[in-house]
């Protein structure tokens, strides 16, 4: 699919579809819309006297134009209540407007930009998030299906109002092509099954990341892990055939020894039934996304590169499978991690923190300005979150998780900060055999008792963990708006670039 711009007449376009857009209780039609509706002789005006189209957000209504203008159909989308208009609302209202245009069999499309003559949003950063929106909604894993059923948009033009520099929107454009294209690597990542999906093809494909110039790609063996005394990473792979692979992406790599990098960890477990501490089979079902982190750290390392991020990011992924056999991992045994910190396992379907201790140590070696790792970590997150609309952030500066919250409104990958209080650290310390224990007797301490385990591994430096258990994966009968299909949702990806790009 290709985007471009258009300053031409709106109503002199020879395209199979336009895709325009009103507020919620609209009273009057501006701009490039009121064009359309004379050019119509009053069709869109009259549906909205009539209540047809409210526009709420996402509403959609498509209008024939009867060769009225040479454009052969209007898409009209809502844009919800104008007090409440921002970049997120653009989003959503450009996938709604792109899946039904797909549905119709469009094939060239023109659309607005959304709003931006009712906002204080810059062209730049509407075009942006109209591009991510169209992007996300079409995306498709269609790798091992025989047909595809679904058919293609070949080109999107956005209409250039007069007042709007060109160089904006095409910058806009090309960022929202990078994140959008980051997103859907992260998602075929974890839609990808996890007999596909194993620790080594993981490392495969984020060494592809290092056909970008300025990016390097280290992937670490089971015999180098153990150099490192990993121990805590590697008691989790015990019980699998499958052997552990510790990623290393390293972009601008030349700068570490002038300016301090943001280093990104990613949880990837490839699959996880639990261990000895067997998951249900419903538990299990989903699990092959529980390197969504991972994926997401990969994702936004291919960004970081492509965006020209000018100070160096690390991104360090622990990937493994959690498996059951005779070699495997049992509840009490004690392990110790790179640190010589010893861990009470007392339960083996806590396993992400045992990975990401390791390597949020190895963090430590970059003297990081910030570290932020990425998990499907919990349960408990989704619990006190819900499915489909947060990840939980912890922080150990307000300054980072400040920043964090910013790149969340502007990206629109929500996410809430929750408290790191000290009991949750003394729930961790409290075994009787070892410095820590990887999980409480208690199933009420909550998502607190997972950041503070993590916490003990980040001295030194700026630290923030996200629970992405709530957003990772999402089913097709939530009552959550995706942005594409049920299934991987790339979470994180957006997010990192966004707070990458407000860093530059």
Known sequence: MEFSTISNNIVEQDLDTIILSVFES????????????????????????????????????????????????????????????NVDCIRHASAAAAVRARQLGACNVASIIHGIEQST???????????????LALYAFNKYKS???????????????????SEDLVEGIEQGNIISNSVHLARDLVNEPPNICTPAFLAEQARQIGANSNTDVSILTEPEIEDLNMGAFLSVGRGSTRKPR????????????KVQPLVL???AIT??????????????????????????????????????VPYPVIGLIPATENMVSGTASHPSDVVSASNGTTIEIVNTDAEGRLILADALVYAAKYNPKHVIDLATLTGSATVALGEGSAAALFANKTSLAEQLLTASESSGERIWRMPLYPEYTDWMRSS??????????????GIGTSAAFLQEFTEGYSWAHIDIAP????????????LGPAGATGFGVRLLSHLMLEDS
């Open 471 to 482: 957003m990772a994966f999402l089913p097709s009968n939530g009552v959550i708006k995706r």
């Open 121 to 135: 949003i810059s062209a730049k950063d509407a075009v942006r998030a109209a591009t991510e929106g169209t992007m």
């Open 432 to 445: 009787d055999v070892a410095d820590l224990r990887n999980s409480t007797d208690k199933r009420n301490t």
């Open 147 to 165: 047909e595809n059923e679904l058919g293609q948009i070949e080109s999107v033009s956005f209409m250039k109002s007069e007042g709007i520099k």
């Open 265 to 267: 960890v990613g949880k």
């Open 246 to 257: 510790f990623i290393v992406i390293e972009y601008n790599k030349k700068l570490l020894d």
């Open 26 to 85: 609209d009273d009057s039609l501006k701009g490039l819309v009121l064009d359309v509706d004379v050019a119509l002789n009053g069709s869109i005006s009259a549906i909205l006297s009539r209540g047809d189209h409210k526009g709420k957000l996402r509403e959609v209504t498509v209008i024939y134009t009867s060769g009225q203008i040479p454009t052969h159909r209007i898409i009209l989308v809502g844009l919800g209540p104008e007090k409440d208009f």
């Open 271 to 308: 699959f996880d039934t639990g261990g000895y501490s067997l998951k249900s089979a419903s538990g299990m079902s989903t699990m092959k996304c529980d390197m969504a982190g991972g994926a997401a750290v990969i994702g936004a390392l291919q960004a970081a590169g492509q965006l020209k």
